[in-house]
T-cell receptor, first 109, second 117 residues
Framework: GQNIDQPTEMTATEGAIVQINCTYQ??????LFWYQQHAGEAPTFLSY??LDGLEEKGRFSSFLSRSKGYSYLLLKELQMKDSASYLC??????????WGAGTKLIIKP | GAVVSQHPSWVICKSGTSVKIECRSL??????MFWYRQFPKQSLMLMAT?????????EQGVEKDKFLINHASLTLSTLTVTSAHPEDSSFYIC?????????????FGPGTRLTVT
């Protein structure tokens, strides 16, 4: 079966760095996505990785290792507005998105 | 950037009635649209995938006669919840993808919160 695993909840301090991990097992791979979702809102796109390595975009970076079925989202200089759920999703061989359950990130002052 | 709208943003209806939710791609042609449901504190659950001009493909466990999906044009898909019950209360989100299956990004609508009383 297809499976995406990520921690349920994480807590971090404003100004710090946090890494959210995601491991996956899917039938085929056409890329891995990270989305941010604030409570009561739809997800917004953060990043897309299809090749191994690190993609940096401002305060957010995303890493992928296809051989290990592993990705992480790195958030630097955390701000209170970063409090949200972070969803990991993998596009399978049929170009369908398989979603993780999401990681709720709580930022404390 | 690509924009997807949903209407209504929230709706309250009585048990037994039907509710229609519209999903529109405003500045691109959406070959494929996806309908998701999200219960509180849970992740997105794909309900169905619809391609313009053809019947929707429903995920296992989703009743096609209860959740009617129509993708009549390249910019509009509708989801009709028929004979709604309180357990259908949820956050319904659509997303749209431009072009063929190799186009990777899905653009999400803002969601529709349905409450069935």
């Amino acid at each position: 079966g297809q499976n995406i695993d990520q921690p349920t909840e994480m807590t971090a301090t404003e100004g710090a760095i946090v890494q959210i991990n995601c491991t996956y097992q899917t039938s085929g791979f056409n890329g891995l996505f990270w989305y941010q979702q604030h409570a009561g809102e739809a997800p917004t796109f953060l990043s897309y990785n299809v090749l191994d390595g690190l993609e940096e975009k401002g305060r957010f970076s995303s890493f992928l290792s296809r051989s290990k079925g592993y990705s992480y989202l790195l958030l630097k200089e955390l701000q209170m507005k970063d409090s949200a759920s972070y969803l990991c999703a993998v596009m399978d061989s049929n170009y369908q998105l398989i979603w993780g359950a999401g990681t709720k990130l709580i930022i404390k002052p | 950037g690509a924009v997807v709208s949903q209407h209504p943003s929230w709706v309250i209806c009585k048990s037994g009635t039907s509710v229609k939710i519209e999903c529109r791609s405003l500045d691109f042609q959406a070959t494929t649209m996806f309908w998701y449901r999200q219960f509180p504190k849970q992740s997105l659950m794909l309900m169905a995938t619809s391609n313009e001009g053809s019947k929707a493909t429903y995920e296992q466990g989703v009743e096609k006669d209860k959740f009617l999906i129509n993708h009549a044009s390249l910019t509009l898909s509708t989801l009709t919840v028929t004979s709604a019950h309180p357990e259908d209360s949820s956050f319904y989100i659509c997303s749209a993808r431009e072009g063929d299956g190799s186009a990777y990004e899905q653009y999400f609508g803002p969601g529709t919160r349905l409450t069935v009383t």
